[in-house]
């Protein structure tokens, strides 16, 4: 092997998904990996060279050559945990290699090349490519070499799973938003939201409640009457945005309620999710990073078909790793009806919640 070049053998976990699928060659892409490489090894090497464009941007020394395109198409199906194809028109495809393929970086700065070495590893471990990658898509690895979840920067949570789309999707949908299938003839299911109780357990009232407080207050009390549940009647006086601190886009549409939400912040629009879904080898590993700080004291104002002027913030302090702790002390079997205990979802959620607690 040539003195200036480095060459790795990837595995692709996951497929990847780009909204230039139906173009040939969009897979795993030079254009995406360097940059974000780039950035993993300037925040995380001393001293490395690198060169500054106009614009301040910085960037290394080395060119990045990916094996030619071997992979394969599927198209999305719907249900998945990728809501891309909805309203545009167009399908969009899954893509992946079928067989491990090469990487080769090619420098002449011995520096760059010796940091590529020794970090390309932790890069991929903490890395996702292509559309909603922090949901686990685009997950590539070194092939013939178990995932290292200590290479990952934060605190590491895992699982396995043989139907990883559907388990981050259910976990994920339990943390945020809760899961209310009850009307489903064979097996209802429900539970509240994880986010919620948390928020109950701080004396924060979450925002759903206040947002019907304002704009359904008649649809509230019905509710109220009908179910005697927490996530209905628990009142703050501290009145706080928290669903959005695991991702946020400034409409949500409340089917039920035939209406589009809108939050409108002078400065924040978007804001990603801070936490990352890793899938290696059938096991799920997941983390969340410290740009939830971003969000945090910020006040949004919500409206409701464009009229209303409620003031909601996010809360000055909020842990991730707080919030997952106080989620793995939960008892799944009171914290879930029993009612709802010959549902699948509650089996699948028992077990994903007893391998995080095992390995915590």
Do not use: C
């Not at 480095?6 to 795993?28: C, D, M, V, W, Y």
């Amino acid at each position: 092997m040539s003195k200036f070049k480095r060459e790795f053998t990837l595995k692709q976990h996951t497929p990847i998904i780009h909204f230039q699928s139906e173009q040939n060659g969009a897979t795993l892409r030079a254009t995406e990996l360097k940059p974000k490489f780039d950035r993993f090894l300037l925040e995380n090497v001393k001293g490395l060279p690198y060169i500054k464009n106009i614009n301040g941007h910085k960037s290394l020394d080395y060119k990045v050559n990916i094996e030619p395109n071997l992979a394969s198409s599927k198209k999305i199906e719907k249900g998945s945990l990728f809501f891309g194809n909805i309203g545009d028109g167009k399908e969009k495809e899954y893509k992946e290699y079928t067989k491990p393929f090469k990487i080769v970086f090619l420098s002449f700065l011995p520096e760059i090349l010796d940091a590529i070495d020794n970090n390309f590893e932790a890069f991929l471990a903490n890395t996702n490519f292509g559309t909603r990658q922090s949901k686990g898509y685009g997950s590539f690895y070194l092939a013939n070499k178990k995932f290292n979840q200590d290479l990952v920067l934060e605190k590491v949570y895992t699982f396995s799973s043989k139907d990883w789309e559907k388990n981050v999707g259910l976990f994920y949908q339990f943390l945020r938003q809760g899961i209310n299938l009850s009307m489903r003839p064979s097996s209802p299911f429900y539970t509240k939201p994880i986010i919620f109780a948390y928020a109950k357990s701080k004396g924060w009232q979450w925002e759903k409640k206040s947002i019907k407080e304002k704009f359904f207050a008649n649809k509230l009390q019905e509710q109220q009457n009908k179910h005697q549940s927490d996530v209905l009647l628990f009142s703050s006086d501290k009145k706080l945005l928290l669903r959005d601190l695991f991702g946020l886009s400034s409409s949500q549409e409340w089917k039920s309620y035939n209406v589009t939400i809108e939050k409108e912040h002078q400065d924040i629009e978007r804001f990603q999710s801070p936490i990352t879904f890793k899938i290696a080898d059938e096991r799920v590993y997941f983390w969340a990073d410290k740009n939830v700080q971003k969000l945090l004291d910020q006040e949004f104002t919500i409206k409701v078909k464009r009229k209303g002027d409620l003031k909601l913030s996010t809360p000055k302090s909020f842990s991730f790793d707080d919030f997952f702790a106080f989620a793995f002390r939960l008892n799944l079997e009171t914290y879930i009806e029993s009612k709802y205990h010959k549902a699948n979802e509650y089996a699948v959620l028992k077990k994903i919640f007893n391998e995080i607690k095992a390995g915590l």
